[in-house]
């Protein structure tokens, strides 16, 4: 059984998007990352080193939403769940990127994409 570790509503302000003002004046993203882990050995050694340091994966995430601006959520989206895989003990990564000022010409409060990607077997 894999265990879930999730870390919400991290801010980050990036420069992508399809539109050129987008990219020129940037906007804030929020991304939501679930990622599954086998919790049971930092469980029983109570070692850092036995689970995923969540507080250096944000600096990483943050660092891959804040550099080389791209046109898509999609895009964005893979990047990130790429540096989550990037640990050996993440099986899985569920990862959401919203983009609550996205540039829609009516009332809305979110757009979320989520993806879902394994990690090496």
Do not use: N
Request: proline share 4%; charged share 25%.
């Amino acid at each position: 059984m894999t265990d879930e570790l999730a870390v919400l509503g991290i801010e980050c302000y990036g420069h992508h998007g399809v539109f050129e003002f987008e990219k020129r004046e940037g906007q804030v993203f929020v991304i939501d990352l679930v990622l599954g882990i086998d919790t049971a050995p930092a469980a029983a050694s109570d070692d850092l080193q036995d689970t995923v340091d969540y507080g250096s994966l944000v600096a990483s995430v943050k660092a891959a939403v804040e550099k080389d601006p791209v046109d898509l959520i999609e895009t964005l989206a893979q990047r990130i769940a790429d540096v989550c895989l990037l640990g050996d003990r993440v099986e899985w990564a569920r990862v959401t990127v919203h983009k609550p000022d996205a540039p829609i010409d009516a009332t809305f409060s979110d757009v979320a994409l989520t993806i879902t990607r394994k990690g090496r077997p």
